[in-house]
Nanobody, 127 residues
Framework: QVQLVESGGGLVQAGGSLRLSCAAS???????????MGWFRQAPGKEREFVAG????????YYADPVKGRFTISGDSAKNTVRLQMNSLKPEDAAVYYC?????????????????WGQGTQVTVSS
């Protein structure tokens, strides 16, 4: 099994920054680079949506259009951690942010493609 634990959420004013972290562990989490890692978010009353991903074995990154140029995903294989740097935050970025891991390769945008999920961390952006 794989455990994912997010941290770094909180309250920030519009235009500010936050950095989310996701620590991965578990008996079967043998090689960080073997997994595609992603960040999703879910606002009240809305479906969970893709935010950013980092592909396995190569580390190519990809983003949802609303966050391109503002958010950066990065991986630290030595620490089994993936981070999401969020800059120029907007009120519409407010949501619970989830870290996810997939055994599949490639660019994965749909929640159903991910096998493991963290518990989520709240991001609130005040206007």
């Amino acid at each position: 099994q794989v455990q994912l634990v997010e941290s770094g959420g909180g309250l920030v004013q519009a235009g500010g920054s936050l950095r989310l972290s996701c620590a991965a562990s578990g008996r079967t989490f043998s090689t960080f680079s073997s997994y595609t890692m992603g960040w999703f978010r879910q606002a009240p009353g809305k479906e969970r949506e893709f935010v950013a991903g980092i592909a396995s074995s190569g580390g190519n990154t990809y983003y949802a259009d609303p966050v391109k140029g503002r958010f950066t995903i990065s991986g630290d294989s030595a620490k089994n951690t993936v981070r999401l740097q969020m800059n120029s935050l907007k009120p519409e970025d407010a949501a619970v942010y989830y870290c996810a891991a997939s055994r599949f390769g490639g660019t994965l945008y749909h929640p159903n493609d991910y096998h493991y999920w963290g518990q989520g961390t709240q991001v609130t952006v005040s206007s």
